[in-house]
């Protein structure tokens, strides 16, 4: 198999946020398949039948057939991911002074050698320069590479706690839980469902009006980690 292509994956504010902290190691995007709904999964994963590039779908089909089906993953392990954010271009002399501020340089093409800058809405702490929307960041104004660790397909509702906090959330349980006196929570249990809880309130806020938490969809379960530079 020759090297694979890197691809964008856009991400909201908070999330990209959550990943420059280490919070979020994890994302779960819906999966768009039109047959997997009327199947009755018995299981989904890698097999040696498994053709490169996608995943197995084991179960019963509407025709009462039992038997292996196959998914195309969105991306594969070991695939760089180049995130895409809100963000904006501004020429490099507006703040050319405060070389603190996180952005990408892109020289202008013009005699004088003048420049662009690309910044970013997360961490922002100053007067907007006017956001434009993920969806229009180019390649080369993308600050962010990820790296797919693994791949998998479940349903939404399947998350426990340990991945509820990979995947960014505020993370408030924390805030909720009895210590004891060298420092451990007395409480994973509390911790987890809390974190489950919170990540519902977080799916439904992004992918409410199409995918509710309620309609336990059918995600992929991406896992990764920073490239870094």
Not at 56 to 63: A, C, L
């Amino acid at each position: 198999m020759g090297q694979l292509k890197d691809k964008p994956i856009p991400f909201s504010t908070p999330m990209v946020q959550a990943i420059k902290e280490r919070r979020k190691t994890m994302t779960r995007r819906i999966i768009k398949c039109d047959w997997l709904d009327k199947v009755e999964v018995d299981k989904t994963g890698f097999t040696a039948a498994t053709p490169p590039g996608f995943i197995s779908v084991r179960g019963t089909f509407p025709s009462g057939e039992y038997g292996d089906k196959h998914i195309k993953l969105p991306y594969q392990v070991g695939q760089r991911l180049l995130v895409k954010e809100t963000w904006a271009k501004v020429p490099m002399t507006a703040y050319w002074h405060d070389l603190t501020i996180p952005h990408q340089e892109l020289k202008n093409s013009d005699a004088r050698g003048d420049g662009w800058w690309a910044v970013y809405k997360a961490g922002w702490d100053r007067v907007s320069p006017g956001w434009k929307s993920s969806r229009f960041m180019p390649r080369w104004a993308s600050r962010i590479t990820l790296e797919v660790v693994s791949i998998r397909a479940e349903r939404v509702q399947d998350i426990n706690g340990a991945d509820a906090f990979a995947e960014g959330g505020p993370c408030s349980a924390w805030a909720e839980m009895d210590w004891d006196d060298d420092g451990y929570p007395t409480s994973y249990v509390k911790r987890d469902q809390r974190a489950v809880e919170e990540f519902e309130e977080l799916w439904d806020r992004l992918n409410g009006k199409t995918y509710p938490w309620s309609s336990n969809p059918w995600v992929w379960v991406i896992e990764f980690k920073v490239v870094e530079p």
